[in-house]
T-cell receptor
Framework: GQQLNQSPQSMFIQEGEDVSMNCTSS?????WLWYKQEPGEGPVLLIA?????ELTSNGRLTAQFGITRKDSFLNISASIPSDVGIYFC???????????FGTGTRLTIIP | DVKVTQSSRYLVKRTGEKVFLECVQD?????MFWYRQDPGLGLRLIYF???????EKGDIPEGYSVSREKKERFSLILESASTNQTSMYLC?????????FGPGTRLTVT
């Protein structure tokens, strides 16, 4: 199946820095989701976006639904050690219950 | 909070064994999904169900079957386990626009 292009693939940052990652698709989606997965665990839903241009926050996390409906962005402000993990985007077509997932961004925090 | 539970976190089975993976959700969701996750291949959909006794094949259904006799429970069955089915198996449940995942089952087939 199709995978969405997610960049960067990995990030090494220092604690306190801000983080930005994005996800792009060749097709339009009606919903964008962002998940975080820690080692040995299932993905946890962080933010769901339903409208083009929508900007939604969850604590230090902010995500945006791109105007073209073909991309989405996730920002993490003032990173802390527990932000470590793999972040996945996912898109959903209207009327389709299935999700298309991104390739993931692995976030590592350097002490 | 949505809760999706999976019957085992770790499982070791022998080649040829029949394997049952159970998933239970407590949010009365219509939709339930089974994925496998492998390094470099991402999350791949095996089967999903949008109602009791209804099922749809995902991207990689070969070697698997599913059962949904009750709304809250979705089972994945490996009829005859093979070593290439060693993987992390993730169950999810959801409504339109959102899916919530369980903690996963790490299955090793020897």
């Amino acid at each position: 199946g199709q995978q969405l292009n997610q960049s960067p693939q990995s990030m090494f940052i220092q604690e306190g820095e801000d983080v930005s990652m994005n996800c792009t698709s060749s097709s339009i989606f009606n919903t964008w989701l962002w998940y975080k997965q820690e080692p040995g665990e299932g993905p946890v839903l962080l933010i769901a976006l339903y409208k083009a241009g929508e900007l939604t926050s969850n604590g230090r996390l902010t995500a945006q639904f791109g105007i073209t409906r073909k991309d989405s962005f996730l920002n993490i402000s003032a990173s802390i050690p527990s932000d470590v993990g793999i972040y996945f985007c996912a898109g959903q077509d209207f009327g389709n219950e299935k999700l298309t997932f991104g390739t993931g961004t692995r976030l590592t925090i350097i002490p | 909070d949505v809760k999706v539970t999976q019957s085992s976190r770790y499982l070791v089975k022998r080649t040829g064994e029949k394997v049952f993976l159970e998933c239970v959700q407590d949010m009365d969701h219509e939709n339930m999904f089974w994925y496998r996750q492998d390094p470099g291949l991402g999350l791949r959909l095996i089967y999903f169900s949008y109602d009791v006794k209804m099922k749809e094949k995902g991207d990689i259904p070969e070697g698997y079957s599913v059962s949904r006799e009750k709304k809250e429970r979705f089972s994945l069955i490996l009829e005859s386990a093979s070593t290439n089915q060693t993987s992390m198996y993730l169950c999810a449940s959801g409504i339109v626009g959102e899916q919530y995942f369980g903690p996963g089952t790490r299955l090793t087939v020897t």
